[in-house]
Nanobody
Framework: QVQLVESGGGLVQDGGSLRLSCSAS????????MGWYRQAPGKERELVAR???????EYGISVRGRFTISRDNGENAIVLQMNSLTPEDTAVYYC??????????????WGRGTQVTVSS
């Protein structure tokens, strides 16, 4: 199986920055996407940012220009640099990957999530 471990969440003031990291482990033959979604209380889960095949980047509308996603030392680790944070960014951030894994099937795998809280 594939395990995803997130780190870097926490409490920050309005206008501050945080850096989230995610690392995938397990038997992974190929990754087609890796990125972050978030879910705030009472809201649906939404895309934050992801890296697709051929290193194409995709960002949610609300974070464009403020957040940057990049690979971190290999195919199965990513970081999300979040700048100019606002209280509206408060949510649980989930790392995910869509990968061809050890059971010889494509699947979507999720981390447990890390809380990001931005105080006003």
């Amino acid at each position: 199986q594939v395990q995803l471990v997130e780190s870097g969440g926490g409490l920050v003031q309005d206008g501050g920055s945080l850096r989230l990291s995610c690392s995938a482990s397990g038997t992974i033959f190929q990754t087609d996407a890796m990125g972050w979604y978030r879910q705030a209380p009472g809201k649906e889960r939404e895309l934050v940012a992801r890296i697709l095949s051929r290193d194409r980047l995709e960002y949610g509308i609300s974070v464009r220009g403020r957040f940057t996603i990049s690979r971190d030392n290999g195919e199965n680790a990513i970081v999300l640099q979040m700048n100019s944070l606002t209280p509206e960014d408060t949510a649980v951030y989930y790392c995910y990957t869509y990968a061809y894994a050890g059971d010889y099937k494509w699947g979507t795998f999720w981390g447990r999530g890390t809380q990001v809280t931005v105080s006003s």
